[in-house]
C-alpha cells in the first residue's frame, strides 16, 4: 500500500492561520498517533486530507499521486463530528456508505455484518443509530470508515468516550489494518493509548509539527534527567540542573548523555548511593515538555 503524505499544508481562517508547513508522512502499515493540544489544527489538516476543505497550499498525496476524489474513495474516514443517521438501521446504513464506496450491495452487506458481529453489535443490527448509547454508536462509526475495505484510515478521536473493553476491541481492528499493510493515522488525547498503539507519533503545535518519531526515539530525544537516591547534597558537578529535590535523593538534569558518570562519581565522593537511574519520560510528560517550549 502506498504512504500518505502530508506536504507543506497552509490554511488560515479569516485572519487566523491554523496551519503552517503542516508536514509528515504515514507509512504502509504503521499506526500514526496524531498528538496536539485543543485547537492545534489536527481535524483541520486531516479534513484537508479527506477533501472536505481546500488547503491555502501544500499537498495531500497518496503515494505519489496527488489525492483526487477517486483515491478518496479508498479511504475509510472517521469524522470528529461524526456524520451517521440517526433514525436509520445500523445495519442497512453501513450497507449503503458500502455501495457509496462503489461496493456491490450483497458484498457490502457482508462487509457490514461481520464488523459488526466483530464489535459486539450482531444483535443490534436492526435498531436504529439512536438507539444505541453512545460508546455504541461510535463502534457503528468505526464500521462505517471499515466497511468498503480501505486502504488508507484517517480517524479523528475514535476512542474518545469508549470504555475499555470497547477501546481494546476497536484497536485490535486497526491493528489488524495495519498488519494487512494500510496507513492507519489517528488523532488522540488519550496518550498512553498512542504511546501502547503507535509505531510513530506526531506532536502538533500552532499548526506545525513540532516533534515526530517512535516513542522510543521521542522518549531518548527528551530532558537527560537522573534520579539519584541519596542523602547528600551540594555535590551537583558544573553543567548540571538540580530539577528536584526530595527526603530520598536529588534528580538532575544533564546537558550531554555522558556527564552521567561524572554524575554518579561526584554522588559517590559525597555520601552514599542507594540508586542511580535515568529517568526516561512517557508520552504524557513529553508531550507536555514539548508543548510548552514552542
Ligand atoms: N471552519 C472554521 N472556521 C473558523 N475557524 C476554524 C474552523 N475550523 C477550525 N477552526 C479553528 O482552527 C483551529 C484548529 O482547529 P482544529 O479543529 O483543527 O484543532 P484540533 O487540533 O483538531 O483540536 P481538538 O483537539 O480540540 O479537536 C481552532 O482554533 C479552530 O477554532
Same mark, same amino acid.
Given at each position: 500500500?502506498?504512504?500518505?503524505?502530508?506536504?507543506?499544508?497552509?490554511?488560515?481562517?479569516?485572519?487566523?492561520?491554523?496551519?503552517?508547513?503542516?508536514?509528515?508522512?504515514?507509512?504502509?502499515?504503521?499506526?500514526y498517533?496524531?498528538?496536539?493540544?485543543?485547537?492545534?489544527?489536527?481535524?483541520t489538516?486531516?479534513?484537508?486530507? =479527506?477533501?472536505?476543505?481546500?488547503?491555502?497550499?501544500?499537498?495531500?498525496?497518496?503515494?505519489?499521486?496527488?489525492?483526487?476524489?477517486?483515491?478518496r474513495?479508498?479511504?475509510?474516514?472517521?469524522?470528529?463530528?461524526?456524520?451517521?443517521?440517526?433514525?436509520?438501521?445500523?445495519?442497512?446504513?453501513?450497507?449503503?456508505?458500502?455501495?457509496?464506496?462503489?461496493?456491490?450491495?450483497?458484498?457490502?452487506?457482508?462487509?457490514?455484518?461481520t464488523?459488526?458481529?466483530?464489535?459486539?453489535?450482531?444483535?443490534?443490527?436492526?435498531?436504529?443509530?439512536?438507539?444505541?448509547?453512545?460508546?455504541?454508536?461510535?463502534?457503528?462509526?468505526?464500521?462505517?470508515?471499515?466497511?468498503?475495505?480501505?486502504?488508507?484510515?484517517?480517524?479523528?478521536?475514535?476512542?474518545?468516550?469508549?470504555d475499555?473493553?470497547?477501546?481494546?476491541?476497536?484497536?485490535?481492528?486497526?491493528?489488524?489494518?495495519?498488519?494487512?499493510?494500510?496507513?492507519?493515522?489517528?488523532?488522540?488525547?488519550?496518550?498512553? =493509548?498512542?504511546?501502547?498503539?503507535c509505531?510513530?507519533?506526531?506532536?502538533?503545535?500552532?499548526?506545525?509539527?513540532?516533534?515526530e518519531?517512535?516513542?522510543?526515539?521521542?522518549?531518548?530525544?527528551?530532558?537527560? =534527567?537522573?534520579?539519584?537516591?541519596?542523602?547528600?547534597?551540594?555535590?551537583?558537578?558544573?553543567?548540571?540542573?538540580?530539577?528536584e529535590?526530595?527526603?530520598?535523593?536529588?534528580?538532575?538534569?544533564?546537558?550531554?548523555?555522558?556527564?552521567?558518570?561524572?554524575?554518579?562519581?561526584a554522588?559517590l565522593?559525597?555520601?552514599?548511593?542507594h540508586?542511580?537511574?535515568?529517568?526516561?519520560?512517557?508520552?504524557?510528560?513529553?508531550?507536555?515538555?514539548?508543548?510548552k517550549?514552542?
Amino acid at each position: 500500500m502506498p504512504s500518505l503524505h502530508i506536504d507543506r499544508l497552509n490554511k488560515t481562517f479569516g485572519d487566523h492561520r491554523v496551519l503552517t508547513d503542516m508536514t509528515f508522512s504515514v507509512r504502509e502499515g504503521e499506526v500514526y498517533g496524531f498528538v496536539g493540544s485543543n485547537g492545534a489544527g489536527k481535524s483541520t489538516t486531516m479534513r484537508i486530507a =479527506l477533501g472536505v476543505l481546500s488547503a491555502d497550499s501544500g499537498q495531500v498525496r497518496f503515494g505519489d499521486a496527488p489525492l483526487d476524489d477517486d483515491l478518496r474513495r479508498r479511504i475509510g474516514y472517521m469524522p470528529e463530528e461524526r456524520g451517521l443517521y440517526a433514525k436509520e438501521k445500523i445495519a442497512d446504513q453501513l450497507t449503503f456508505f458500502g455501495r457509496l464506496h462503489g461496493m456491490q450491495s450483497a458484498a457490502a452487506r457482508t462487509n457490514a455484518e461481520t464488523l459488526l458481529e466483530q464489535l459486539g453489535l450482531g444483535e443490534r443490527m436492526d435498531d436504529r443509530l439512536e438507539a444505541l448509547s453512545l460508546g455504541n454508536q461510535q463502534r457503528v462509526q468505526l464500521a462505517a470508515s471499515l466497511v468498503h475495505d480501505p486502504d488508507l484510515l484517517i480517524l479523528d478521536e475514535p476512542f474518545s468516550g469508549l470504555d475499555p473493553v470497547a477501546v481494546e476491541v476497536m484497536s485490535e481492528m486497526l491493528l489488524e489494518r495495519a498488519r494487512a499493510g494500510v496507513p492507519v493515522m489517528f488523532s488522540s488525547h488519550q496518550l498512553d =493509548l498512542v504511546q501502547r498503539l503507535c509505531d510513530r507519533v506526531g506532536i502538533v503545535a500552532h499548526g506545525s509539527m513540532v516533534a515526530e518519531g517512535t516513542v522510543e526515539e521521542l522518549r531518548a530525544g527528551g530532558p537527560l =534527567l537522573y534520579d539519584v537516591a541519596t542523602p547528600a547534597r551540594g555535590w551537583y558537578p558544573p553543567g548540571t540542573t538540580l530539577i528536584e529535590e526530595s527526603p530520598e535523593g536529588v534528580v538532575l538534569q544533564a546537558t550531554s548523555p555522558e556527564q552521567d558518570q561524572e554524575i554518579l562519581r561526584a554522588a559517590l565522593d559525597a555520601g552514599p548511593v542507594h540508586s542511580f537511574t535515568r529517568r526516561v519520560p512517557d508520552l504524557t510528560e513529553l508531550f507536555r515538555e514539548t508543548v510548552k517550549a514552542v
